[in-house]
């Protein structure tokens, strides 16, 4: 995971339209600001990390490049979700008749009001595809890690300020927080009646599962990014444990969705109800 205070700035050049946000960003996240691109080349040897202001189609997305040069390239990784693009990676639809989908349940309670809570939002892939899915859903997302709370964020604030009426739909119909989820579900004394909670612990994803002679190929750049944002301490198992709590103290009805590659062994296994599997993934599915 990144060390923010010794591996990430913050550079945005004076002028710049969101230069006193960036600052504001910058000290909450607690890393070096920077306004001449210039002290980037000169700044500590040990910074990895970038954030900055990308133009795309001419709007400013907030963006983390590894290098410089990938700064000058106009590389780096951000959330778009007007132009349907997050961090490199194409944004896709669910049908009901996908696995996800299927592990939530949602074609049964399609003409319902569905409250999704995202426990584990990362880049937010699953996420914008369920909200697309219908327009019943609303989600809540929980993100541990505040530099991808910060890139999430800005990709929302765009999509609510678009002048496309579809994109200001699916933006109203999002919450989120920068939290840890364990403490997220501790935190709100008015409790929200999730009908699903989703985790997809995407730091585990990425341990080396090694065969004798096989070499495992590396994830993908924005993979590897997700990977080395993750700042979630918590065992898969503490968070299954939080969501049924959170169920049985308040004496509501739900599921839990577990998000596995399907190599991984099953977690409270006598609590599964049943999976739903695809040759790689694996939903795991808790009724509680």
């Avoid at 959330?79 to 349907?84: I, L, Q």
């Avoid at 399609?110 to 409250?115: C, E, G, I």
């Avoid at 599962?209 to 944002?229: R, V």
Wanted: net charge positive; aromatic share 10%; proline share 3%.
């Amino acid at each position: 995971m990144i060390n923010i205070n010794n591996e990430l700035v913050f550079y945005c050049p004076q002028g710049h339209s969101s230069y006193l946000e960036s600052s504001l960003i910058a000290k909450d996240l607690g890393a070096k600001f920077l306004d001449d691109v210039t002290d980037i080349a000169v700044t500590d040897p040990g910074v990895k990390y970038i954030l900055f202001w990308q133009d795309v189609n001419k709007i400013p997305c907030l963006a983390i490049a590894t290098s410089l040069q990938t700064i000058n390239k106009h590389q780096g990784l951000y959330v778009d979700y007007s132009n349907n693009l997050i961090a490199g990676k194409k944004t896709y639809k669910f049908s009901y008749q996908d696995a996800l989908p299927k592990a939530m349940g949602l074609a049964k309670i399609k003409d319902q009001a569905v409250n999704i809570l995202d426990g584990t939002a990362g880049f937010t892939l699953d996420a914008y595809a369920l909200l697309q899915l219908h327009n019943n859903i609303s989600l809540t997302l929980v993100e541990n890690s505040k530099v991808l709370f910060y890139l999430v964020r800005d990709g929302f604030n765009r999509l609510r300020l678009s002048s496309v009426s579809q994109h200001q739909s699916l933006g109203s119909r999002v919450e989120l927080f920068n939290n840890n989820f364990i403490d997220y579900m501790k935190s709100h004394e008015t409790v929200k009646n999730y009908q699903i909670i989703y985790l997809d612990p995407m730091f585990e994803k990425f341990e080396k599962h090694e065969k004798p002679g096989k070499i495992t190929s590396k994830p993908k750049q924005n993979m590897q990014l997700l990977q080395n944002l993750c700042t979630n301490p918590d065992t898969t198992e503490s968070l299954l444990t939080a969501a049924f709590n959170y169920y049985q103290q308040h004496s509501l009805q739900g599921r839990v969705v577990l998000k596995r590659s399907s190599s991984q062994g099953k977690l409270l296994e006598k609590h599964i109800n049943y999976s739903v599997e695809t040759k790689q993934i694996r939903y795991d599915v808790y009724l509680a």
